[in-house]
Nanobody, 129 residues
Framework: QVQLVESGGGSVQTGGSLRLSCAAS????????MGWFRQAPGKEREFVAT????????YAADAVKGRFTISRDNAKNTMYLQMNSLKAEDTAVYYC??????????????????????WGQGTQVTVSS
């Protein structure tokens, strides 16, 4: 079992930036993919971005492409989400997720929340004008 803990959420004005972190503890395997999802009030959980174990491969939702960057530092067992040019519609609880069930990383596969076995508790991001 892997434990995931998010941090870095907060309140920011439109156009501002935030960096979220997700620290993993426990036993992660060499094919441990990770991702970010978000959920706004009254809406379903939405895919944001995912990253392969090596960090070489990433895949992001169209809504955040060019504004958000996913990365990871395996030496620190931590994944990041750099969020720039934030908009009001980015307001949500952001969750990190992880999974090692697939031997091959696929952005499409890991864009689905059903592909993940491990989840953090979430961190609130609020963007206001």
């Amino acid at each position: 079992q892997v434990q995931l803990v998010e941090s870095g959420g907060g309140s920011v004005q439109t156009g501002g930036s935030l960096r979220l972190s997700c620290a993993a503890s426990g036993r992660t395997s060499s094919n441990y993919a990770m991702g970010w999802f978000r959920q706004a009030p009254g809406k379903e959980r939405e895919f944001v971005a995912t990253i392969s174990w090596s960090g070489v491969y990433t895949y992001a939702a169209d809504a955040v492409k060019g504004r958000f960057t996913i990365s990871r530092d395996n030496a620190k067992n931590t994944m990041y989400l750099q969020m720039n040019s934030l908009k009001a519609e980015d307001t949500a609880v952001y969750y990190c997720a992880g999974d090692s069930s697939s031997p091959i990383w696929s952005g499409i596969y890991y864009s689905s929340h059903t592909s993940y076995s491990d989840w953090g508790q979430g961190t609130q991001v609020t963007v206001s004008s």
